[in-house]
């Protein structure tokens, strides 16, 4: 069934409109630091169930519930660890999500059956009115149809969710571009990330002076198996609706065997997009709207360079650009 989807601004009216669609069960989709997130009230299993039909997500694949302040972490985690606590006070409000034992209240529905609940406190001021005026946390994924790039702005939840959802808040672009860094606390002396993002695992070793467990090699084989710890990352992710293959090696020789190749293709009559980023950052920001312009552009193949190891916020943006790709990639 078809909805009115409502466009909403960022005006303090606005946000309690949104809140108020929150609270009588309606999804709305909202701008953080990281993507746009499509929030329903965590505590209600019919909203949480809401959320996968819209996504069209497989319901085993749980969500993460954003609050408002590090003060409600025990609305929804049963514990709060020493060790998670030093990360929140350090980290929060920012692109981290942590995993611990979730309470009872917290319906099945919303952590896709585990016992665990993954929670964040985002950055982003206009996710924060919003949590807080909705008074119950916000269970949400990014809000983009399961499979898509993530959402970096609103225009890309219109062209997914549009008619799917009560209402989408019109905010900035995010500013971070890629979904916030998963860390299993449910062990809080052996920290283990399940999806890299922005914090990085030398910030995570830097506050709790231990060893935070994360191989990129792994995690890329892990990802490829059928039953990984982070069950959201056995699915096809962040793809173009373009064929996409990575380019890696020696930075000018990959350069140029991108351009010849495209120019080959297009010799085929292919329409072929390039991407190729300086940096961690400016890849992260832009990587999810490029691929999504590409697909719009009637894009057929995109031909894009691997980020080196010289950050590690590369390895990061790598994980996205492989699973878009498919891990198809090319030696330069
Ligand atoms: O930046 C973000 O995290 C964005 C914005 C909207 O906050 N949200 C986001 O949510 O990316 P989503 O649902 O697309 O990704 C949730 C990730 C998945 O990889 C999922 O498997 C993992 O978090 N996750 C959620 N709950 C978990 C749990 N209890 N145990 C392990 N992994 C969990
Ligand atoms: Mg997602």
Not at 288 to 305: N, T
Request: aromatic share 4%; hydrophobic share 40%.
């Amino acid at each position: 069934m078809r909805m009115d989807t409502k466009y909403l601004t960022i005006e303090d009216a606005d946000l309690r409109k949104a809140a108020e669609i929150i609270r009588a069960g309606g999804l709305v989709a909202f701008p953080t630091e990281t993507v746009y997130g499509l929030g329903g009230d965590a505590m209600s299993a019919q909203s949480s169930v809401k959320i996968y039909k819209a996504k069209g997500r497989p319901s085993d694949n749980p969500l993460i519930v954003h609050i408002a302040k590090v003060g409600d972490v025990l609305r929804v985690a049963e514990s709060f660890p020493d060790n998670a606590r030093k990360l929140a006070d350090a980290i929060w409000p920012g692109p981290m999500t942590m995993v611990l034992p979730k309470r009872a209240e917290v319906p099945d529905e919303t952590t896709g059956g585990l016992s665990t609940v993954a929670l964040r406190c985002p950055a982003n001021e206009v996710a924060r009115r919003l949590i807080e005026y909705a008074g119950t946390p916000l269970a949400a994924p990014s809000a983009n149809i399961s499979g898509r790039p993530s959402p970096t702005r609103w225009e890309h939840v219109r062209s997914d969710l549009d008619g799917k959802i009560d209402a989408i808040i019109i905010g900035e672009p995010c500013i971070g571009g890629i979904e916030s860094t998963v860390i299993d606390m449910t062990l809080p002396d052996s920290p283990q990330i399940l999806r890299p993002g922005l914090i990085t695992p030398a910030r995570i070793s830097e506050v709790l002076g231990i060893a935070c467990g994360y191989d990129p090699a792994l995690a890329e084989e892990a990802d490829a198996q059928t039953a990984p710890k982070s069950p959201g990352t056995k699915y096809r992710h962040y793809t173009p609706r373009a064929e996409m293959m990575l380019y890696r090696g020696d930075s000018s020789k990959v350069r140029e065997a991108i351009l010849e190749d495209a120019r080959a293709l297009r010799a085929q009559g292919k329409r072929v997009g390039t991407i190729i980023y300086e940096d961690g950052r400016e890849a992260a920001q832009n990587l999810f709207k490029d691929l999504r312009q590409m697909d719009e552009d009637g894009v057929d193949i995109i031909l894009a360079s691997a980020l080196d190891n010289s950050e590690e916020i590369n390895y990061s943006v790598m994980n996205r650009m492989l699973k878009a790709a498919g891990y198809v990639v090319k030696e330069a």
